[in-house]
């Protein structure tokens, strides 16, 4: 009897320690500023890389620009998705209306991926080999991953 009223106060206990782990270890990505989203990029790669000190922070610089470039383009997104769904609610789809939207975009590419693409090529350069190998691995990895679905 004893027995029984402890293991149910040790697996209530594991669970109220579990799901409080759970649940407050699990920050959403969604809800870090741009700097707290490239801190942590930086160093999951950092980790992951075993990078150096100067290698991360080049990488969190990178990161940080990329984050804040994206967080303050959010507006736009949002009102460029107001009106493509404006359009699909609409009796009809006005074409003109969605190729502005897709040229803007385009040209939103255009006009900052070239920054990102140095950016990155600097930090490639500080590689070793063996970084570059881990690199590989994980798009390999991930390329698996995209072609399942």
């Known amino acids: 009897m004893k027995t029984k009223n402890a293991f149910k106060k040790i697996l209530i206990a594991v669970i109220g320690v579990s799901s409080l782990v ?16 490239a801190e942590y990029v930086a ?20 990161a ?6 994206s ?7 949002a009102a460029d998705r107001k009106i493509l769904i404006d359009q699909v609610a609409a009796d009809s789809i006005d074409a003109q209306v969605v190729m502005n939207l897709w040229n803007k975009k385009k040209d939103e590419i255009d006009q900052h991926l070239p920054r990102l693409i140095e950016r990155v090529s600097e930090f490639h350069k500080t590689l ?9 691995e994980m798009l ?5 991953r995209w072609s399942r679905h």
């Not at 070793?128 to 590989?136: T, Y």
């Not at 390999?140 to 698996?144: A, E, G, L, S």
């Open 22 to 37: 759970l649940f407050t270890g699990c920050r959403n990505f969604k809800d870090m500023t741009p700097a707290e989203k």
């Open 71 to 77: 967080a303050s383009k959010k507006q736009e997104r």
């Open 140 to 144: 390999n990895k991930k390329h698996r």
């Open 128 to 136: 070793d080999a063996e970084q570059k190998a881990e690199i590989l």
């Open 64 to 69: 940080k620009e990329f984050f804040e470039l």
């Open 43 to 62: 160093e999951k790669a950092a980790w992951k890389l075993e990078l150096r000190q100067e290698q991360e922070t080049l990488l969190t610089d990178i």
